[in-house]
């Protein structure tokens, strides 16, 4: 599962030196505004003609750098560094969106996803169009002159979906729409999204890459393969760079939404980075052998992991993820009640949201992160009550397992 060159792509950037100290570590610049020798010099900077930085919102060295490795790792074509993981998707739409254009998306999104699209933006007049993903009729059905973008989460969660992505970009593209995939679920050291037709892809870093659950962050990267001449709100500046969106992104949308990423979370995040692939090994190793042990339960009526043989989206998950499709995995149990009385006994794994902290998460998604759904929102969004849903941490299966059969003796 590791990719060959990763580490040397990873370990081998260093940042710009000589640093008057010799900090083998990219230091933390925790500062705002820079300080220039001549006005000519700040005027070259402030308009973009030199590389300076002018202001922390813009840019700042730390963040500069987690980008640079975040680059250097997906081939990309630019990376923005933001605060959050939802700061990466509304900064992303507020890009590419106009008054009168529509998303089309699925209904099996992340709970403040489906409420930005459909609560925040429907105010701007740009309109949701929900579909199934894994139908491209459908999808091709819900494409116009207007779409700004299909947009997929590549697992979803809890549902635990899998659109075949190489057959979605074909009609996404054939429509001359951009495919934007959030890919939260599993890491870029694992999933090279470019490679299955993706256009932007969005990551929350409050996840894999902090590890820890140290602190929120999200990304937007930008492949740059996509012809932005193509869309209505970009074509006026798709002349100014290899990507309009990138352009756009970083002259106008992130500098005046100010989410920037801070310079503590892009060094913590920048150190997460660096154990991210061994934690990934580990945690999702652990999370398939778990899956299988669960299934054999009496008292876990079903069990979701698309690594699983068994499990619907088996191919198209080991086509695009690998053998070892993230370390998140849900299981149905006979009612919400029993839900409760197992989550309250366990404990090694800890009762709370957050997904692939060092340590074992777990949680009931209806009555939390989609607790503020109506129950015809969450029949309709295939939230149910009777699911769990597991991050695996760094534990050991044997460790993880016995935690959960103790939980489970009444
Ligand atoms: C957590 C999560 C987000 C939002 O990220 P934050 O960093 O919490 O803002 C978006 N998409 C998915 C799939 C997530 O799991």
Redesign the pocket.
């Known amino acids: 599962m590791m990719e060959k060159d990763y580490e040397a792509k990873l370990m081998g950037l260093s940042y710009p030196k000589p640093d008057p100290y010799g900090s083998l570590s990219m230091p933390v610049y925790h500062t705002l505004a820079y300080e220039f020798a001549t006005a000519e010099e700040m005027e070259a900077a402030f308009c973009g003609c030199t590389a300076e930085h002018t202001y922390s919102r813009v840019t700042n060295p730390t963040v500069e750098y987690f980008e640079e490795r975040v680059k250097a790792i997906t081939g990309a074509y630019g990376v923005t560094a933001l605060n959050?993981?939802?700061a990466a998707?509304s900064n992303t739409f507020l890009t590419l969106a106009w008054n009168g254009s529509n998303i089309v998306t699925s209904r099996h999104l992340?709970g403040?996803?489906y409420s930005f699209f459909v609560n925040t933006l429907s105010a701007f007049g740009v309109e949701v169009r929900f579909c199934d993903l894994t139908d491209p009729a459908d999808v091709a059905a819900h494409l116009d002159a207007n779409s700004c973008g299909v947009f997929v989460?590549v697992i979803t969660?809890p549902q635990m979906e899998v659109a075949d992505l190489t057959m979605l970009s074909r009609v996404v593209h054939e429509k001359h729409v951009p495919l934007i995939a959030?890919t939260?679920?599993v890491p870029f050291t694992t999933f090279h999204a470019a490679d299955f037709g993706v256009d932007i892809e969005i990551v929350?870093s409050?996840?894999y890459i902090s590890g820890g659950g140290t602190g929120?962050?999200?990304l937007i990267i930008d492949y740059g393969r996509f012809d932005w001449n193509q869309s209505p709100r970009l074509r006026p500046v798709a002349g100014e760079s290899p990507s309009a969106f990138h352009y756009k992104l970083r002259r106008e949308i992130h500098r005046n939404l100010g989410a920037y990423m801070t310079p503590e979370v892009a060094y913590m995040q920048s150190l997460g980075l660096e154990t991210l692939l061994v934690r990934f090994e580990r945690q999702a190793v652990t999370s398939k052998e778990l899956a299988k042990r669960l299934q054999s339960v009496p008292e876990i009526e079903s069990v979701s992991y698309t690594g699983l043989g068994d499990n619907p989206f088996f191919e198209v998950s080991r086509r695009q993820f690998g053998d070892y499709p993230g370390a998140m995995l849900t299981f149905g149990m006979a009612s919400k009640e029993r839900c409760y009385v197992f989550l309250n006994k366990l404990k090694l794994i800890r009762r709370a949201t957050n997904?692939f902290d060092n340590r074992s998460l777990i949680i009931h998604p209806a009555s939390t992160i989609y607790g503020s759904f109506t129950p015809a929102q969450r029949v309709e969004m295939d939230v149910r009550e009777n699911t769990i849903r597991l991050s695996v941490g760094l534990e050991s299966a044997d460790a993880l397992f016995e935690d959960i059969c103790q939980a489970l003796k009444s």
């Open positions: 959050s993981g939802m998707i992340f403040n996803t989460e969660n959030d939260t679920i929350s409050t996840k929120l962050g999200g997904l």
